[in-house]
């Protein structure tokens, strides 16, 4: 869990190091999975790359870091989506994946029942998502109430913010069966630090627009070991309730 606590400060906005190492860590279980493999919502392929390694297919929208994506070269092949049709044939893939993405689409039925088509019978897919109790575990909430969750959720895009009982309802009729699921991040005081810390990247922004870099420095990292270790315990442990959601699950029909 350290090394892609590390991995993230090293490379990315420190917000990202309180959630997405954890993420990292609940798809290695699963390895490897087989191919060929879609990663929706790919973005610029630094999760992939450090979770997966490479990998088949990345697929995203025009408007999103797609573009840094193939500078990684953690795709075989990266292709743009329109949004409604992916554009492959009917059972092509044996896995998909999609990491924080499908609570950012607004027509995510259509998008679902698209993601069942291109999987092939008895393929998997797996995913993480905020769950519909993620607001309440905001910092700014307690200073501003539903005003703060209310502005964070619209400034994050999340237009889905499902239960387990809804996805699996929702799964269930597009012919999938949940086989595993876990929710993960059940602290406060790790989502509130999530929280406060987008405030606190503004000199990632700065420094992405001026050199293309999110963290100029990436060897202060080793002055930081003792907050590597405060993330480490208090995000390791997997919970019957909490703001993120994995599901991993099978296509049956």
């Not at 963290?215 to 993120?244: A, D, E, R």
Request: hydrophobic share 40%.
């Amino acid at each position: 869990m350290e090394k892609y606590i590390i991995d993230f400060l090293e490379n990315k906005p420190i917000f990202f190091s309180f959630l997405r190492p954890k993420e990292v860590f609940l798809y290695q279980k699963y390895k490897p999975f087989n191919a060929p493999i879609l990663d929706i919502g790919c973005g610029d392929g630094f999760f992939a790359k450090i979770a997966f390694g490479r990998i088949d297919i990345g697929l995203d929208v025009k408007n999103s870091e797609i573009n840094e994506a193939k500078e990684k070269k953690v795709y075989k092949k990266i292709v743009i989506y329109d949004g409604k049709k992916i554009p492959f044939p009917d059972n092509y893939f044996s896995t998909i994946i999609c990491n924080s993405s499908f609570e950012h689409i607004p027509n995510i039925d259509e998008v679902l029942k698209e993601s069942a088509r291109v999987l092939k019978k008895n393929g998997n897919m797996y995913f993480t998502v905020p769950t519909n109790i993620w607001p309440k575990y905001l910092f700014g909430i307690k200073l501003f109430g539903s005003i703060y969750s209310n502005f964070f959720i619209k400034k994050s895009k999340h237009y889905n913010l499902y239960s387990l009982k809804k996805w699996t309802s929702v799964l269930n009729l597009l012919g999938y069966k949940v086989k595993y699921s876990t929710h993960y991040l059940d602290n406060k005081k790790i989502i509130g630090l999530f929280d406060i810390s987008h405030y606190l990247s503004i000199s990632s922004i700065i420094t992405k627009l001026i050199f293309n870099r999110w963290v100029l420095f990436p060897q202060k990292t080793i002055f930081l070991k003792s907050l590597v270790k405060f993330i480490s315990q208090n995000t390791s442990k997997n919970t019957k309730k909490g703001p993120y959601l994995f599901i991993a699950a099978r296509k049956i029909k």
